[in-house]
């Protein structure tokens, strides 16, 4: 490695010394990654999803193996903010970690009151909002997937949080515009989106002929999504090209997530992969940083949208 090459990155006025992020939900708070590596070491722990109260979660069985990927179906199981806040958060910043704590609520007063919770937490350097959830306001519609229930979310955290903390707001792929519902969220007060969360899935039991999962459907991740991630950074990137994005779909390699930054990606995040390998991280940081240096680029940030470069070029 050579310690001229310059592997920072920011999400709008938070800096990170490395663009590899834990992806939320597949680390809960690092305590488990933190056996394999220090913590610090990486470009920031993205928590999982918390809401107001504890969850139990969804009853068993959780998950299904796929071809190339996984389905989940947990239910955003954990101890609640209050909990979360007194035990998981001093822990990370004592581990020198850099914390993007992940929020999730049923409703959109849920979010605003998440955000009254952490706006005066010390140690953050963002807040990921994961609008990827049912809206029990609606009918069960998801957040991100309605322009306007996504941006009323965005909005309220924003209002609530002032201009303290950037507000990075996490996306679902299962729309038919993405790019219209990421304008909407940054119209609203987002700095930078998550794309992309999982896609819906579901996997039926050929032995019993039911669904596998006991909540029926779920969330598919891992390699079989990564087209569809770049897909929708380079969508979004094009649209947006100042606004940064945490990248996260089926990352494995440096290599995977050297196709991430070329399309518009900020940022990386990595989940499914640590389930196999749980040093996937530094082995995806190692490899990208060697592969940005291979490829003749001084800095990370230099490289983010480099596929881009073609079509301004050629006046596409």
């Not at 605003?112 to 937490?121: K, P």
């Not at 309220?156 to 038919?176: C, H, M, Q, W, Y």
Request: hydrophobic letters at 45%; a neutral charge.
């Amino acid at each position: 490695m050579t310690n001229s090459f310059d592997f920072s990155t920011t999400l709008s006025n938070a800096w990170f010394p490395t663009p590899i992020f834990t992806a939320s939900g597949c680390a809960s708070s690092g305590r488990e990654l933190s056996q394999f590596f220090p913590l610090k070491n990486i470009g920031a722990v993205v928590t999982k999803s918390v809401m107001l109260k504890a969850r139990h979660g969804r009853p068993t069985p959780r998950m299904a193996e796929t071809p190339s990927g996984m389905l989940n179906s947990i239910g955003l199981q954990g101890p609640g903010i209050d909990a979360f806040l007194t035990k998981d958060v001093p822990w990370l910043v004592e581990a020198g970690a850099r914390v993007i704590v992940s929020i999730a609520g049923e409703t959109i007063d849920e979010y605003a009151s998440l955000a009254r919770r952490i706006r005066s937490v010390p140690g953050l350097s963002a807040i990921e909002v994961n609008i990827s959830c049912p809206n029990v306001e609606n009918r069960g519609l998801v957040f991100a997937c309605d322009p306007e229930a996504s941006r009323a979310v965005i909005d309220g955290v924003r209002k609530t949080l002032g201009g303290e903390l950037p507000i990075i707001a996490k996306l679902s792929p299962d729309v038919t515009d993405i790019v219209a519902i990421a304008r909407g969220v940054i119209e609203a007060g987002a700095d930078g989106v998550a794309l992309i969360n999982t896609l819906l899935g579901m996997v039926i039991n050929t032995e019993t002929m039911r669904p596998h999962l006991a909540g029926k459907t779920g969330g598919l991740s891992g390699p079989a999504i990564r087209p569809v991630a770049v897909r929708a950074i380079y969508q979004v990137h094009q649209a947006l090209p100042k606004v940064p994005i945490l990248g996260m779909g089926g990352v494995r390699s440096g290599r995977d997530a050297f196709e991430l930054v070329l399309a518009g990606a900020s940022g990386i995040s990595v989940g499914t992969a640590t389930f196999g390998n749980p040093t996937a991280l530094i082995d995806i940081q190692k490899q990208l940083q060697e592969l940005l240096i291979t490829k003749g680029f001084s800095s990370f940030r230099d490289a983010v949208g480099f596929a881009h470069r073609n079509d301004d070029v050629d006046g596409a």
